[in-house]
T-cell receptor
């Protein structure tokens, strides 16, 4: 069974600074995708970024980028130039070939003005 | 033009009652899901349907019964509600079952059992 671990229950960052959220996972599968989702207080789940396991190049979406280390089974999210609207709970998720998603426990990000 | 909608958004009910949550997607997707997010924010998949067929059925009490009358709808019926069923239930859809497909989530239904 796959497991996803987010070791930081809470993180805080100063506005305009950079923060990195950690995620590790465990799997014996070779083909999978990894995702970061954002859940603001409105509770709507919003996809932030995704990474295919076969791609060595790290995914980037504007201010959001990942550091994907397949051998280490690590998938961290870097948020650059943090904004107040980035404050939310962030979930790391693993999705296997059967379409089953496993989520980490989440990291609550606070952005200080 | 809500992509994935759920009704109701809030549901308060007493122990022992039976209740249903409805989900509809207008994205033309083949696959739909139910997730449960508990009070500690743990998010866990419950069921998945592809073209009206059940393809994922996690360890969920049989008091929970999903029903997919067509590809655009996936309802969740819960019998004999218990206090531990209090949670936010999310419906989601994706174009298919492959791992690359983005999942689109509904706004969630907050169920409170008293």
């Amino acid at each position: 069974a796959q497991t996803v671990t987010q070791s930081q229950p809470e993180m805080s960052v100063q506005e305009a600074e950079t923060v990195t959220l950690s995620c590790t996972y465990d799997t014996s599968e070779s083909d999978y995708y990894l995702f970061w989702y954002k859940q603001p207080p409105s509770r709507q789940m919003i996809l932030v970024i995704r990474q295919e396991a076969y791609k060595q190049q790290n995914a980037t979406e504007n201010r959001f980028s990942v550091n994907f280390q397949k051998a280490a089974k690590s998938f961290s999210l870097k948020i650059s130039d943090s904004q107040l609207g980035d404050a939310a709970m962030y979930f790391c998720a693993y999705r296997n070939n059967a379409g089953k998603s496993t989520f980490g426990d989440g990291t609550t990000l606070t952005v200080k003005p | 033009d809500t992509a994935v909608s759920q009704t109701p958004k809030y549901l308060v009910t007493q122990m022992g009652n039976d209740k249903s949550i409805k989900c509809e997607q207008n994205l033309g997707h083949d696959t739909m899901y139910w997730y449960k997010q508990d009070s500690k924010k743990f998010l866990k998949i419950m069921f998945s349907y592809n073209n009206k067929e059940l393809i994922i059925n996690e360890t969920v009490p049989n008091r929970f019964s999903p029903k997919s009358p067509d590809k655009a709808h996936l309802n969740l019926h819960i019998n004999s509600l218990e206090l531990g069923d209090s949670a936010v239930y999310f419906c989601a859809s994706s174009p298919g079952t492959g791992p690359s497909y983005e999942q689109y989530f509904g706004p969630g239904t907050r169920l409170t059992v008293t």
